[in-house]
């Protein structure tokens, strides 16, 4: 497949027109103060199953052929992607499989099947996910949709920066919550065209910085499974087709303790009210705790998602 561009972006954005939500995009005048910048929550945590995945997802599915529906779709994930292809085939009208890691959040899991996805386990310490997705696809003759090295995928999770930048205009900086790098990768190509001037910077956990060393390195670097709150981010290496667009269009990727996580979980809760998982919260914690210098800045900032586990939540921010 060839790499995505911004044409890809706007077409994923006319494609999932009517089916994702379009997410509001909040401010806080606390924040501004504590920055001294002027911040945009585009707030992911209100998408359809809860996360920008949904955008990749449902983009990646609408373009099955006849056949790719009739067979099925088949992916990995921890939980969010999951969630978003279980909803998307549900809504398409097709079977779908996830191979999820035995310690996902439980409401991820459950969450997935009740969208009518098929759960199967595997162990993320033991066993590589990539080689599972490749086996089953084989046998079973699914399409294997991707978490993030997928064209179609980093389209659609690019137009939540589309919104965002259509909505509030021009930004300084654009800051964007990095796993496998989906979301960073489209949000690039979208601020690229929308919004040249503007800074794209990547954020990850301290624990998991792949990405981080990939970007100054000048190639994808794969590191163990990391040890963060933000299982959303605990992806080992970027994809290729994602790592293209980011060594051309990411000015750096910085990263956050988990403390900061937390911290930024109880910000959002407390003076935003509203719910966002740790890995949700990586691009806000880098604003709010200095990791990119903001001041006198418009930031937008991505929001990735706000599936967490009420009691894992209240145990974090307690």
């Known amino acids: 497949m060839n790499e995505p561009t911004y044409a ?16 509001p995009v909040l401010t806080s005048r606390t924040a ?19 996360a920008f995945k949904f955008r990749g997802a449902y983009n990646a599915i609408a373009q099955f052929t006849p056949e790719q529906r009739a067979a ?3 992916t990995y994930s921890s939980g969010n992607h999951a969630q978003a292809i279980a909803l998307s085939a549900s809504l398409a009208g097709i079977r779908s499989a996830i191979i999820m890691p035995h310690d996902a959040p439980a409401l991820k899991v459950r969450a997935t099947r009740e969208y009518g996805g098929e759960v199967i386990f ?16 084989q046998e079973r003759g699914m399409t294997l949709i991707p978490p993030y090295d997928h064209p179609h995928v980093i389209a659609g999770q690019g137009t939540a920066a589309k919104e965002l930048i259509e909505e509030v205009g021009e930004l300084d900086l654009l800051l964007v919550c990095l796993g496998g790098g989906g979301l960073l990768a489209g949000s690039a190509l979208a601020a690229a065209a929308l919004s040249p ?4 910077i990547g954020v990850e956990p301290e ?18 499974v990391p040890d963060t709150i933000a299982d959303g981010a605990k992806t080992t290496h970027l994809g290729v087709h994602n790592f293209a667009v980011i060594r051309r269009r990411v000015a750096d990727i910085v990263t956050v303790s988990d403390a900061q996580l937390v911290d930024t979980m109880k910000f959002c809760a407390e003076r935003m009210k509203m719910v966002v998982e740790p890995t949700g919260c990586l691009a806000a914690a880098a604003a709010l ?13 991505l929001v ?12 974090y921010v307690g």
């Open 8 to 23: 890809d972006v706007s077409a994923a954005a006319e494609r999932i027109a009517g089916a994702a939500h379009r997410t």
């Open 122 to 137: 595997y162990d993320r310490y033991q066993e590589d996910r990539e080689e599972i997705g490749r086996r089953l696809s």
């Open 72 to 74: 099925g779709v088949l």
């Open 304 to 315: 990735s998602g706000g599936n967490v586990d009420l009691s894992a939540f209240a145990r």
């Open 207 to 224: 624990a998991g910085n792949d990405g981080q060393q990939s970007l100054r390195g000048g190639e994808i670097v794969t590191i163990d």
């Open 289 to 301: 705790h200095g990791a990119v210098p903001v001041a006198g800045k418009r930031v937008g900032i």
């Open 197 to 200: 001037n503007c800074q794209v």
């Open 32 to 50: 501004d103060r504590m920055t001294g910048a002027t911040l945009f929550f585009k707030c992911e945590n209100f998408q359809r199953m809860g």
